[in-house]
């Protein structure tokens, strides 16, 4: 039997969704996972759920992602970082302490980094000596973070860049059901990027970063992919928004981050019961007619 695995997709304030999800999940603890992957917001979301503390995500975005002191257009035109990860994640820890204890006790974390040296993803298990390094390089957007992360003997950038939903990595890893938290509606695909000497030009310091650019939306689509068509072995379950989801990559109004972590909520909810329905009626079978199941489920 495959091992169960929970994969979470970034996407910035996006990732708004994923923490309603998660956060529902706690309210029931459903936490049937093996282990978790992270990739940018999606990671940092984790970190909240493995921690068992509900509403910290939450509260990181809409309290301290939408402060000025991390999104900062006018800092990014004079030089500086237009999102400072490393102000995030430190100023995350120090308002909302994560229980370490839980967190390290739990799932086990891994999380999705992009090598700048190969522009291929590198995947790290989040433990307390690296996990700080590890969510500042996972969440690194290139050009709207200057600095690169360093650890390891590594240099890296967003894990967005090079494998956005790794879901053939927790394949790979062992995982026979997969449940993926999309950032996207579930018929979302990525186009090719539209300026890519622009980009070559902007990263012209780290041409690999700069190539898997030019590559995401193929190796993006290509996990949508493996989501809609997996391998005969391998069930994937998936939590995408609506299409009406009305949160952006740098959403900043309240009302719509609130109406983002409803529709997560909502989303969970649904899943949860689509799973209860489905195991109820595999029981009732086994043990009943066909027509018995039906009538309970109903």
Known sequence: MGKRALVVEGGAMRGIFASGVLD?????NFKPFDFAIGVSAGASNLLGYLAEQPKRSYQVI?????NDSFFNPARFVRGGNLVDVQWLEQ????????NTETLFNNIPLLAAVTNVDTGDADYYWVKPQNMSKVIEATTALPIAYRPTPCFSGGCYTDGGVADSIPVAEAYRRGAREITVILSQPGDYEMSPMKMPKLMDQLLKKH???AEAMR???DRYNASLAFIKNPPKDCTVHVIAPPEHFPVGRFTMKKAKLDDGYNMGIQAAQTHMFNLYKDAVKQLVMAQGS?????????
């Open 24 to 28: 529902t999940f706690l309210d029931v």
């Open 62 to 66: 809409t309290e301290l992602a939408t």
């Open 91 to 98: 100023e995350s820890l120090r308002r909302y302490p994560l």
């Open 207 to 209: 041409p690999h970063v």
């Open 215 to 217: 590559k995401r939306s």
């Open 290 to 298: 066909t027509a018995d199941a039906a009538t309970l489920v109903a």
